[in-house]
T-cell receptor
Framework: NAGVTQTPKFQVLKTGQSMTLQCAQD?????MYWYRQDPGMGLRLIYY???????DKGEVPNGYNVSRLNKREFSLRLESAAPSQTSVYFC???????????FGPGTRLTVL | GQQVMQIPQYQHVQEGEDFTTYCNSS?????IQWYKQRPGGHPVFLIQ?????EVKKQKRLTFQFGEAKKNSSLHITATQTTDVGTYFC?????????????FGQGTILTVHP
């Protein structure tokens, strides 16, 4: 039982490049989330998916898109990376949207 | 939008001293959760408080939810070096915001042996 897994662990991009961050959970959870963490800012919700087939914007959605591929997988795409998107990205899942969230190990992204 | 403020931002203590972090929300919360993040790690759930005035204990950790459900605190008695990390509160405003947690900035705890 791996819990929540994220790939890649580290990534360096140049401004304007695109990439997709992958997240998968094996706990049969219905809800999944993407956060970014910046120093002194806590965690800020980018997008979430309350259940398979639905997605909704969080606090800071601009510059990102998401896909809930199936119940297990929730990906985050940066279409045209900007230096302001340098951050640590965490994926999380919960059984339902009002329960405890379980976080993945994070992806450390640097945009030059 | 909803804001969750957490103080202090940093706390340095000697091992054995007590530690408290406070969390205040701009809006009434349906529930509040606390998470701990070790250096270089990911947030790990500690507890969820739902009821007004609720107090829960986990060994040396005591969590409180205010009567108005707008503030919360985490108190650690007799800190140990294993308590090092960042402690986050996260509020859920409920209603149409159900499940959308707003995190405080976190309190970074350093424990000197």
């Amino acid at each position: 039982n791996a819990g929540v897994t994220q790939t890649p662990k580290f990534q360096v991009l140049k401004t304007g490049q695109s990439m997709t961050l992958q997240c998968a959970q094996d706990m049969n959870h219905n809800s999944m989330y993407w956060y970014r963490q910046d120093p002194g800012m806590g965690l800020r919700l980018i997008y979430y998916s309350a259940s398979e087939g639905t997605t909704d914007k969080g606090e800071v959605p601009n510059g990102y898109n998401v896909s809930r591929l199936n119940k297990r997988e929730f990906s985050l795409r940066l279409e045209s990376a900007a230096p302001s998107q340098t951050s640590v990205y965490f994926c999380a899942s919960s059984e339902v949207w009002y329960y405890t969230q379980y976080f993945g190990p994070g992806t450390r992204l640097t945009v030059l | 939008g909803q804001q969750v403020m957490q103080i202090p931002q940093y706390q340095h203590v000697q091992e054995g001293e007590d530690f408290t972090t406070y969390c205040n929300s701009s809006t009434t919360l349906s529930n509040i959760q606390w998470y701990k993040q070790r250096p270089g790690g990911h947030p790990v759930f500690l507890i969820q408080l739902v009821k007004s005035g609720e107090v829960k204990k986990q060994k040396r950790l005591t969590f409180q939810f205010g009567e108005a459900k707008k503030n919360s605190s985490l108190h650690i008695t007799a800190t140990q070096t294993t308590d090092v990390g960042t402690y986050f509160c996260a509020g859920d405003a409920g209603g149409t915001s159900y499940g959308k947690l707003t995190f405080g900035q976190g309190t970074i705890l350093t424990v000197h042996p």
